[in-house]
């Protein structure tokens, strides 16, 4: 009987896994979300004609057709696994979405297909890696935007009891100075339209405290944020590092079983081999018993 006889049959569970989880595949996949990406580019040229197009728009069907195949399979080989993870959900509404009709008020949903580009987050891991660290990172972001808030309605108060009689437009109320503050930490047009009108407005010395306010908001502030994100992103460089190193210790661990298990066993393959060498010359350096004579018949004698 043959070997492939005697194996069970492979359900087409496992098959359906199987192909989702070969490296050929994920690879696949990553092609296609970057030739996707350049196509959906160029369709927002003038210059292609109407032939290349409508060649876009059917390669467009073709894609999407691929990533709906990809979605059941997934879906079809972990079944309710699937929607434990949530970059599959997120895969699974980016594909939904490129499905609803381009008719009447659908019609605006086309340009969402560009969302389609960030499945590449999810199948890469390097980026799923850096997307996770600034989830993670969202607890003490919350924080730090708590006290971002603060320092700016502290300096709107203070700017608009400052300069709201002589700036109106831009300190006149709590909202407004504290829209022009939040532009004074962009460093966005910070000299031209927000300190050197408050100077010319009568308040030669208002630099020192819109300065200041850079310093702690613009500053301060966003490096806390960015400090936040690396250190999300070296816990989760930390974390991966003592999963590898844990597995190394359980491979060495399971090397070093597998190790005594196997010089246990030559030792007891060397025991047996000398109690047979034992039982072999015993049964040579035993006497052998003498013939016996056949006995004579009457007719003999």
Not at 25 to 47: K, M, Q, R
Not at 96 to 104: F, K, Q, R, T, Y
Not at 187 to 193: A, I, K, N, P, Y
Request: glycine fraction near 6%; charge should be neutral.
């Amino acid at each position: 009987m043959s070997d492939s006889a005697t194996l069970p049959p492979v359900s087409l569970t496992e098959r359906a896994r199987t192909l989702v989880e070969a490296d050929w595949f994920t690879t696949l996949v990553t092609s296609v979300i970057i030739i996707n990406a350049i196509l959906l580019g160029i369709d927002t040229y003038d210059f292609v004609s109407p032939g290349a197009h409508r060649l876009i728009d059917f390669a467009d069907v073709l894609i999407t057709a691929f990533f709906v195949f990809e979605l059941g399979c997934k879906i079809f080989a972990y079944r309710w696994k699937f929607f434990s993870t949530g970059w599959n959900v997120f895969d699974m509404v980016v594909v939904l979405v490129a499905l609803l009709p381009n008719l009447g008020q659908f019609s605006v949903l086309r340009a969402l297909r560009v969302l389609r580009v960030l499945r590449l987050v999810s199948v890469v891991p390097t980026m799923r890696r850096v997307i996770e660290a600034l989830f993670r990172a969202i607890p003490g972001m919350g924080a730090i935007l708590a006290v971002l808030v603060l320092i700016v309605y502290v300096g709107a108060v203070m700017a608009t009891n400052l300069y709201g009689d002589a700036v109106p437009q831009k300190f006149g109320t709590l909202e407004r100075a504290a829209f022009t503050l939040f532009q004074l930490m962009t460093l966005d047009g910070w000299r031209g339209e927000i300190v050197q009108p408050v100077m010319d407005a009568g308040h030669p010395y208002s630099w020192i405290f819109f300065l200041s306010f850079m310093l702690v908001g613009a500053f301060a502030i966003l490096n806390l944020f960015m400090a936040l994100i690396v250190d999300s992103m070296n816990d989760d460089v930390e974390r991966g590092i003592s999963e590898i190193e844990g597995k190394q210790d359980a491979l060495r661990k399971a090397q070093t079983e597998a190790d005594e298990s196997r010089a246990e066993l030559t030792r007891i393959v060397i025991a047996i081999s000398e109690e047979l060498a034992d039982i072999r010359t015993a049964l040579e350096a035993k006497p052998k018993p003498p013939a016996r004579r056949p006995k004579k018949t009457p007719d003999q004698g």
